[in-house]
């Protein structure tokens, strides 16, 4: 059922490292043209890492693990690109649809290819209104059943973080700060809230991942948020003040269910002129060169 790009089906077999990438963010999360650039460029960051790239996403009703360029064109330009949670797969492969994939449709298909680490921006979450909605990511139910490393810059600072990362404690997610004592903001280098574990190399990424293994506890995964630099993130001032008239315009419109979070960004790029998509693009570079670093290092390269 899985399609396998020729090149990420070589790597595997040789034991070379591999690096998921999702698509979401390419189709909904970033405006064109330039989510097609940043596509490529995410790709080609892996590959200085030494490693292979792996763009997850559905096509024609295929879910494809490694995507060729003309492939991730019709990700980030095709009009009527669904986005796919892990409960959606099955769906969309029924209607012979294309999607882009989420952290969780994402890190699904990319554990049944056995690729161990992967890249994303931020991850979904806890909603602010979660008392009243009970809108929260399908992302941490999906993590909490699914043997792969993510590398995040923590989970979208649109969310109610703390929350979040109760949630995760309690669904038994493994959560560790790289280089840092504390969880990162997404768009922010600090969310304000501290994690429990710091690791400070791949090395000791990959010891964990071994560890994972060997312990053969629940098949969980391990979140690893490697914080944007301070030099790149989005002013904190800036941050605050435009989220909450973020909040305001979704209730405001009665924005709901999978459409809310590609309109909190949008609504965050178009209000900051760009600032909050220059330090979404920050995180997710380095997230993904870490990623390359990580999957080297469990290579064993
Ligand atoms: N990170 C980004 N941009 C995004 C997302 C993450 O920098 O667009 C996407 C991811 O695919 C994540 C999804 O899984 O948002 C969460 O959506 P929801 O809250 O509807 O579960
Ligand atoms: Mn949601």
Redesign the pocket.
């Known amino acids: 059922m899985l399609v396998v790009s020729e090149e990420v089906r070589e790597a595997l077999a040789a034991g070379r490292p591999v690096v998921a990438l999702?698509s979401?963010?390419i189709a909904?999360?970033l405006p064109r043209p330039r989510n097609l650039q940043v596509a490529l460029e995410l790709e080609d960051a892996v590959r200085q890492e030494g490693a292979v790239p792996a763009t997850i996403a559905v096509l024609d009703g295929q879910p494809r693990v490694g995507l060729d360029k003309e492939q991730l064109e019709r990700v980030a330009n095709e009009d009527g690109i669904r986005k796919l949670?892990h409960r959606d797969l099955p769906l969309a492969v029924g209607a012979g649809v294309s999607g882009a994939t989420?952290?969780?449709a994402t890190a699904l298909l990319a554990a049944q290819a056995g690729v161990r680490v992967f890249a994303?921006?931020?991850?979904?979450g806890v909603h602010r209104e979660w008392t009243v909605t009970q809108d929260e990511?399908?992302?941490l139910g999906l993590l909490a059943r699914t043997r792969i490393t993510v590398v995040c810059a923590g989970v979208?600072s649109i969310l109610d973080v703390p929350a979040t990362l109760q949630r995760l404690e309690t669904l038994g997610v493994a959560v560790a700060g790289y280089g840092t004592t504390h969880f990162p903001g997404f768009y922010l280098s600090d969310s304000g809230h501290p994690v429990d574990w710091t690791l400070e190399s791949p090395g000791e990424v990959a010891a964990v991942m071994r560890a994972q293994d060997a312990l053969d506890g629940p098949e969980s995964a391990l979140i690893v948020a490697n914080p944007v630099p301070e030099a790149e993130q989005l002013d904190p001032e800036l941050h605050a003040r435009v989220l909450a008239d973020a909040l305001n315009a979704c209730e405001a419109e009665g924005v709901s269910g999978?459409a809310?979070?590609?309109f909190l960004?949008g609504y965050l790029v178009r209000h900051t002129e760009g600032a909050s998509l220059s330090a979404?693009l920050a995180a997710?570079r380095g997230n993904v060169r870490l990623a390359g670093r990580i999957a080297a290092a469990w290579a064993g390269a």
């Open positions: 999702e979401t963010i909904h999360g949670g989420t952290v969780s994303t921006g931020g991850l979904g990511s399908a992302d979208k999978q809310v979070t590609p960004l979404n997710v």
